[in-house]
C-alpha cells in the first residue's frame, strides 16, 4: 500500500493483535498488569518500550496504539504518551538534561514551559538563553560548548509567533544539539516538525489531538530509536505514563482530527480578519494575517494557520476584563484545542508566573487576549464579539 496521507491515517489507527482478528476500534486494556508462562518474555518486556507487555506504567496495549499512531502522523520512529503536556515535556527535558548543560529556548513560550525552565536554572543549574524564534544567526551565536538542546514551539503561545523550523533545526543539527519543538498549536495535520529536521516533538494531547475538552495527556515522538529509548526509560522511572482511558479518549478524538482542524482554522480566519478592523481592536495576533511578523514564513510553512489567535483591546486590561464578562457564547476557561470556543486572558491566567519583563519579551501585554476557536458556527461566534465588544 502506498503511504498514507493524514487524513487516512488518523481513520485507520493502529491495533493491538489479537488470534487472527482484530477489532474495529481499538479497546481499552483496562488493566495494572499482564500474565506470562515464559519468564524470558517477562524479563525482556521489562527492559524495552516495544516488548511485550508487562506492567502499566511501562506498556499497555491501548497506550501503545495510540503512541504509533502519533508516531505515525508524525514520522516518527516511537513515541512515549504521558499523562499530561507538561508531563512529555519534564520526561524531555529532565530526561536529557543534567547540571551544568546550556539551553536555548525561543523567546516567546508557553507558560507552564517557561515556569519549568525557570525551575532548572534554579533547582539544577542549567543555563538558559532565549532567542528570537525565527532567527537561526542568532541560535549560532548563542552556542556554547555545554549547549546541549535547542527548544521551539511551531506556533507561539499566546501571540502565534511561528518558528523557523529548517533554518532553526539546521543550525542545531550542525551543532550538535537536540531539537525539541512543541508542535500542539499545529498539530500533525498543519505542520509535522520531524520532517523539518527536529528531533523531538511534544504535544499536550489535551489540546488537538483528543479535542473534546475531556482528557489530559501528553506524548514525546522521537527521530531516532536512540533518543526514544532514552526518554522512555526516564518516563516510566518518572511515572508519567498515560493512563489507558485517556489514551483510549485520544484515540477517539484523533479520528475526526483533520475535520475539526479544518473548521478551526475557518473560524479563525473569519474572526482574526473581522477583529483586525475593529475600532476597539488595536492588533491582532494570528500569522494568517498579512500585518502579522511570521506571515511570510508560516505562508511557506503550513497548509493553514491554526485556530488560537490572541488580539490586544485598545483600553487595556480594564477593557479586557470588561469583555471577557460580556462574551455569552464563547467560555472563559483554560486550554484549548476543543469543539468550544474559549478565552482568557493570559497575563493573568496561563502567563501569571512570568514577570512584567518576561510578559514583555513573549509579547504578552495587559489588553491581551487569546481565543481559542472552536467549531461553532462562526456567524454566532461573531455576534457574540461583536457585542462584547461593544
Avoid at 478524538?253 to 480566519?269: A, D, K, S, W
Avoid at 476543543?338 to 482568557?344: A, F, H, R, S
Amino acid at each position: 500500500m502506498t503511504e498514507l496521507r493524514p487524513e487516512t491515517r488518523t481513520v485507520h489507527l493502529p491495533h493491538p493483535q489479537l488470534n487472527g482478528s482484530r477489532p474495529i476500534s481499538v479497546p481499552i486494556y483496562q488493566t495494572s498488569g499482564f500474565v506470562f508462562d515464559d519468564p524470558a518474555v517477562f524479563a525482556d518486556g521489562m527492559g524495552r518500550p516495544d516488548g511485550a507487555f508487562v506492567y502499566g506504567r511501562m506498556s499497555n496495549p491501548t497506550v501503545r496504539s495510540l503512541e504509533e499512531a502519533v508516531a505515525g502522523l508524525e514520522g516518527g520512529v516511537g513515541a512515549v504518551a504521558t499523562g499530561s503536556g507538561m508531563g512529555a515535556i519534564n520526561s524531555v527535558l529532565l530526561g536529557l538534561l543534567k547540571p551544568g548543560d546550556h539551553l536555548i529556548a525561543q523567546k516567546p513560550l508557553y507558560g507552564g514551559t517557561a515556569g519549568m525552565i525557570n525551575d532548572l536554572i534554579e533547582r539544577f543549574q542549567i543555563a538558559v538563553s532565549y532567542v528570537s524564534e525565527a532567527d537561526p544567526e542568532a541560535l549560532r551565536a548563542a552556542v556554547r560548548p555545554e549547549t546541549k538542546l535547542v527548544y521551539l514551539e511551531t506556533i507561539a503561545n499566546p501571540v502565534t509567533q511561528v518558528a523557523d523550523l529548517p533554518g532553526m533545526c539546521a543550525v542545531a543539527r550542525e551543532a550538535g544539539l537536540i531539537s525539541v519543538v512543541d508542535n500542539t498549536f499545529a498539530s500533525p495535520i498543519l505542520c509535522r516538525p520531524l520532517e523539518h529536521g527536529a528531533d523531538i516533538v511534544v504535544h499536550s494531547t489535551t489540546k488537538y489531538l483528543s479535542g473534546h475538552t475531556d482528557v489530559l495527556g501528553g506524548i514525546a515522538v522521537f527521530a531516532s530509536d536512540e533518543l526514544y529509548r532514552k526518554v522512555w526509560s526516564f518516563a516510566t522511572e518518572l511515572g508519567a505514563t498515560a493512563d489507558p482511558f485517556a489514551a483510549w479518549l485520544t484515540l477517539r478524538g484523533i479520528q475526526t482530527l483533520p475535520l475539526r482542524m479544518e473548521r478551526h482554522c475557518f473560524n479563525t480566519r473569519e474572526l482574526a480578519t473581522r477583529l483586525n478592523d475593529h475600532p476597539a481592536v488595536s492588533a491582532v495576533h494570528w500569522p494568517g494575517l498579512p500585518s502579522h511578523p511570521s506571515y511570510e514564513l508560516a505562508a511557506k510553512l503550513l497548509p493553514d494557520f491554526g485556530g488560537v489567535f490572541s488580539f490586544d483591546l485598545a483600553g487595556g486590561r480594564a477593557a479586557g476584563e470588561r469583555f471577557m464578562g460580556a462574551v455569552r457564547l464563547a467560555l472563559l476557561a483554560p486550554s484549548l484545542g476543543g469543539v468550544e470556543t474559549l478565552i482568557l486572558h493570559p497575563a493573568s491566567t496561563s502567563h501569571r508566573m512570568l514577570t512584567a519583563e518576561e510578559l514583555v519579551r513573549n509579547g504578552i501585554g495587559e489588553g491581551t487576549i487569546r481565543v481559542a476557536v472552536g467549531i461553532e458556527h462562526v456567524e454566532d461566534l461573531w455576534a457574540d464579539f461583536e457585542q462584547a465588544l461593544s
